[in-house]
């Protein structure tokens, strides 16, 4: 039986061990190292050599056992190389075969953790493969590896290495953790990330994982071949190295594709500076979470400076154990983040890295792992006088070819920087010539002819030409009541008739106060023909809200059908109409207005975007056939007629020449939502995804629906995949009120992203930056669009719209864009994303909703000082700092209903001693508290455990924690665990018998002894089934093998 010696890990060993468990059978922390040899070479001395070199370090004999809750090294006094020459591998497969080998996972309580292959191919020439797992090898070990391997095979006797061995240095570390004398490097890492940013939040096209894996890509980066010479001349400026240079470029390209000004990333050190290691194999290598600053926007020099001064006063203090210094900061293990550092800089411009083998030549090959042990990793290495630089990323998180843009904006940005370092970073361009020309150009191409060019008409003139073509045609249904073609324009126009005698024309606003039904269809229409603009106005708005748009729109005159007092003349679909002004004689053209909607304003007022005929005219003609409605189909109008999409349902279906249903109130979801899309064989529908949700049908409950356009609210996933089918098309249509209805549109399917793809004809959509200048692909930025369908701007208010309608820098001459406030990105296929909004607006049940104009009103109320409002999981939420003893409730909504909306009125009301600022004595909104549970998860009492699977549970994790008892509703990390202690737990459960089958990533999943019981019970796990018979026969395995000498480290 061959001899064994045990001693405890090291710091870095430790967290290593807890990831490697977290990835059982994966190749994140294998180390390859892959050489061409060409001319002589005598594998049998190689393989001696190898041996020579496995007996001078005793980290090369080493693996890893748990016993007694912790895992221990576990050196092997004498050990053999696995060395194996392949002679079957042809050479147009070396490469896989390579790649393949080098993905192999370690097992690393059975070992050996080095292997070697050596590919012999048919032209003498061969493929040497050495991969190491991390545990026992950093970079520096791997040079002196190579180093000795090269020196045993020229003939040089390796003498018996009397130096430091690895386990004295675990011995070494753990006493000076033990005696403090770390304390004050631990320190001075929690002081400087006491209050940096936890995570980067990276734009990903992909959500994280509840569990993050290890499945990755590559990209390489094609760098300039002068980059290092011109790295180390701008370095040399701040009196820098080019590491230094390279990390203030990596941070400056993480902020522009973050937004972050403050952040964090990893870069490994060697842990080498105490001269008695140099000579060591072993993992020594530790990792730093450096932190850049780009508050203020820096020069390229001034940051590079910020940098250097971060590294030098981080230099004494970098023996720090990373875990320990996770520890000292406690920022939460989540399993779906790595804790402090999520991006990491690997730089290395050695060219050490080498095998010298005499007679022959040998060339070191590429051989990048795709394991991601980051979300993003920079790997740069020395080629020669070059640079060689990959991206290693998440696969899970990224697609392929949003890193690929990622790779090209970066060069393009290090190129930028090493030009004009003395300039703001943020002033440096990201994107190349080819990828500006993609997104501004080609990814635009939607112009089809002008409308105005095809039909000389206006709107109101092609309804009237479908009513002459198709006269006996139905056109609107509601309820019991049903029109014609012809019936429905002989209504209008009698309207319009007297409307013009009244004095409506051409920029006359005309108010439409009327309940859904064909009364308000007849209304919209009349005025168009009157040559007039309809402002729609909801009955059920409270009678100030009214007053302000009627004045604000300047209307003067309000269709509707009861006795209203809103400060205007008033007259009824049918009776006689007040003169409002001399009869107008002119026509309406072009550039007149169409109709006025209202939306939410942020600074507590609604404001009023009117469209222009020209823009109606283009959503009807252009725009109609991406949908398509045509004469043959039944149209639902559902959404409320101050929503623009009404707009839409109204003038598709009524230029088309189909029929137009609208829907009553009481048909708005569930049940009687369905119940009308079957009974009138809706074939087009416009929803917002909470009514589409709300449906009880099986998509094929509904045949002749042939069209589902969404909108309004984000399109939950499910939705998709129940409603579309190879009949059926989910149309996601996005679009602004002030971008006429629609900017973009998406054909949604099952299994593939929510998007709200890409713009509509005659239109264009851009993703920009605070500069105007478009962003990468994946990258984070707000929406504008510009082209057609741009509204004129906002009704009697020019300084808003100058603010919100600027001119178009990527356009024809004079033509402006829209600033939609929207959060977007673009995917590699040039398809859009929503993310969300820049400034406190958000879309709730397909309404646009101002936060801030509910906290205005708020705040309005005597008894309320102070007001916040949020959206909390699709729930208005506002939040209220009371005067004296707090309104109820029921005041607070009473308040706001009184003067708002119903869908403005919070469902949740939340009193606050003061509502969260930030530093800048601004609201700072990501404080907000949740709202209060019915159970709340926090601070519960003590519950005992109740089954023999949780008494169990309880006690090994009272023995892995250290204290007296453990409750069945305890948090494992609430009690202060950590990831180590876990790997405590997981011991102990299998050395009681309970952990057969059980995986740390189930430890993390299920922390409270209650719901690890349940996951144990319901999996088969029992304290007399065949997992308490697998972990007796384990403990005997181990007890058998089990030689302890105790040595050194002990």
């Not at 030098?312 to 983040?337: N, T, Y």
């Not at 992203?753 to 984070?780: F, H, K, M, Q, T």
Request: one cysteine or more; aromatic letters at 6%.
């Amino acid at each position: 039986m061959p001899v064994e010696y045990e001693f405890p890990v090291s710091a870095a060993q430790a967290r290593m061990l807890v990831l490697d468990r977290l990835h059982p059978g994966t190749a994140q922390y294998n180390v390859p190292v892959a050489f061409a040899v060409r001319g002589p070479f005598d594998t049998a001395a190689f393989g001696a050599s190898l041996d020579a070199v496995i007996a001078r370090h005793e980290s090369l004999r080493t693996v890893f056992r748990p016993h007694d809750g912790q895992y221990l090294q576990v050196v092997a006094e004498e050990a053999k190389a696995a060395f194996h020459v392949e002679r079957d591998v042809p050479a147009d497969q070396v490469a896989a075969a390579l790649r393949a080998e080098a993905a192999r996972p370690f097992d690393v309580e059975a070992g050996p953790l080095l292997r070697c292959v050596v590919y012999a191919l048919d032209d003498g020439t061969h493929h040497v493969l050495l991969t190491v797992h991390h545990l026992v090898c950093d970079g520096w070990s791997l040079r002196l590896l190579l180093q000795e391997l090269s020196a045993a095979y020229r003939g040089a006797a390796l003498e018996h290495h009397d130096g430091l061995q690895y386990p004295d240095y675990t011995a070494w570390q753990r006493d000076r953790l033990a005696a403090n004398a770390l304390d004050a490097s631990v320190a001075f890492w929690a002081d400087s990330l006491k209050d940096a940013p936890r995570t980067l939040a990276l734009p990903t096209d992909h959500p994280h994982p509840a569990v993050q894996s290890t499945a990755g890509g590559v990209e390489r980066l094609d760098l300039r071949p002068d980059t290092r010479a011109r790295l180390a001349k701008v370095a040399a400026e701040r009196n820098a190295t080019p590491f230094t240079a390279m990390f203030a470029a990596f941070a400056a390209f993480l902020s522009r594709i973050s937004g972050r000004r403050d952040l964090v990333v990893g870069v490994p050190v060697s842990g080498r500076d105490h001269p008695d290691v140099q000579g060591l194999v072993g993992l020594l290598a530790n990792t730093l979470a450096l932190r850049a600053d780009l508050a203020g926007d820096p020069s390229f020099l001034d940051l590079m400076a910020g940098v250097r001064d971060r590294l030098h006063a981080a230099h004494p203090h970098q023996e720090a154990p990373f875990e320990a210094v996770v520890e000292a900061l406690a920022p939460g293990r989540e399993l779906s983040h790595d804790p402090l550092v999520q991006v990491m800089l690997a730089f290395d411009d050695d060219t050490r890295l080498v095998l010298d083998l005499p007679g022959a030549t040998t060339e070191r090959l590429e051989l990048l792992l795709d394991d991601a042990k980051f979300d993003l990793l920079l790997s740069v290495q020395r080629d020669g006088d070059d640079l060689a630089a990959h991206f290693v990323y998440r696969s899970d998180l990224f697609e392929p070819g949003t890193i690929q843009h990622w790779a090209r904006a970066f060069a393009t940005l290090l190129d930028g920087l090493l030009d004009r370092p003395d300039l703001p970073v943020s002033a440096i361009d990201l994107l190349s010539p080819g990828d500006r020309r993609l997104i501004l150009r080609d990814w635009n191409r939607t112009a089809v002819p002008a409308p105005e060019a095809l039909v000389p008409d206006l709107v109101p003139d092609l309804v009237a030409g479908r009513a002459a073509e198709r006269p006996g045609a139905t056109a609107i249904v509601h309820g019991t009541t049903t029109l014609t073609y012809r019936e429905l324009l002989e209504s209008a126009d009698r309207l319009a008739a007297r409307l013009r005698a009244a004095g409506v024309g051409p920029e006359v606003p005309v108010g439409l106060c009327l309940p859904r039904g064909a009364g308000m269809v007849v209304g919209a229409l009349a005025v168009l023909r009157a040559g007039g603009a309809y402002v729609p106005l909801d009955p059920a708005h409270p009678e100030a809200r009214l007053k302000f748009m009627i004045a604000d729109a300047g209307v003067r005159l309000l269709i509707t059908d009861g006795a209203r007092d809103l400060g205007v003349p008033v007259a009824s679909l049918e009776g006689p109409i007040p003169s409002i002004g001399p009869v107008l004689t002119e026509a309406p053209a072009l550039a007149n207005t169409a109709y006025i909607l209202y939306t939410s304003g942020s600074t507590g007022t609604p404001k009023g975007v009117a469209v222009e005929h020209r823009a109606l005219l283009n959503l009807a003609t252009a725009v109609r056939p991406q949908f398509p409605v045509t004469g043959e189909d039944r149209v639902l109008q559902y959404v409320s007629f101050g929503f623009d999409v009404a707009v839409s349902d109204l003038f598709f279906t009524l230029t088309a020449g189909a029929e137009l249903h609208v829907a009553g109130e009481d048909e708005r979801l569930g049940d009687a939502l369905y119940a009308r899309l079957l009974d009138s064989r809706i074939t087009y529908v416009f929803l917002p995804p909470s009514a589409a949700m709300s449906l009880p049908c099986p998509p094929d409950a509904l045949p002749e629906l042939r069209t589902l356009a969404i909108g309004g609210e984000a399109c939950p996933p499910e939705l998709v995949e129940r409603w579309a089918t190879p009949s059926r098309r989910v149309v996601d249509a996005y679009g602004p009120s002030e971008t006429t209805v629609y900017a973009t549109t998406a054909d949604l399917a099952p299994g593939r992203p929510v998007v709200i793809g890409r713009p509509v004809a005659n239109s264009r959509a851009y993703v920009l930056d605070e500069r105007l200048r478009p962003v990468p692909v994946g990258v984070v930025g707000e929406v504008y669009v510009a082209g057609s369908g741009m509204a004129r701007g906002y009704a009697n208010r020019p300084g808003l719209t100058a603010e919100r309608f600027v001119a178009d820098p990527y356009g024809p001459p004079g033509e402006r864009m829209y600033r939609t406030g929207d959060l977007g990105r673009y995917g590699a296929d040039g398809a859009l994303s929503y993310l969300g909004r820049v400034d406190t607006q958000v879309k709730l049940r397909g309404f646009r909703v101002e936060l801030g104009e509910i906290e205005t009103v708020l705040a309005a109320h005597p008894g309320i000082s102070m007001a916040a409002a949020a959206l909390r999981a699709d729930r208005l939420a506002v939040y209220a700092v009371p005067v004296g003893e707090p309104p109820s409730t029921a005041d607070v909504r009473a308040w706001l209903g009184a003067r708002l909306p119903g869908y403005m009125v919070p469902e949740i009301v939340i009193f606050l001693d003061e509502l969260p600022l930030g530093t800048s004595g601004k609201l700072d909104r990501a404080r907000l508290p949740e709202p209060p549970q019915t159970r709340p998860d926090l601070d519960r009492p003590y519950v005992a455990p109740d089954t023999a699977t949780e008494r169990r549970l309880a006690a090994v994790w009272a023995r892995a924690l250290g204290v007296s008892e453990v409750g069945r509703h305890d948090n494992f990390f609430d009690l202060g665990g950590n990831s180590i202690r876990l790997l405590a737990v997981l011991a102990g459960l299998r050395e009681d018998g309970q952990g057969g089958g059980v995986e740390l990533v189930d430890l993390f999943r299920h922390p409270t002894v209650a719901a690890l019981a349940a996951h144990l019970d319901g999996s088969g796990q029992d304290d007399h089934g065949e997992s308490r018979r697998r972990g007796q026969a384990r403990r005997e395995r181990l007890a058998a093998r089990r030689n302890v000498q105790r040595g050194r480290g002990q």
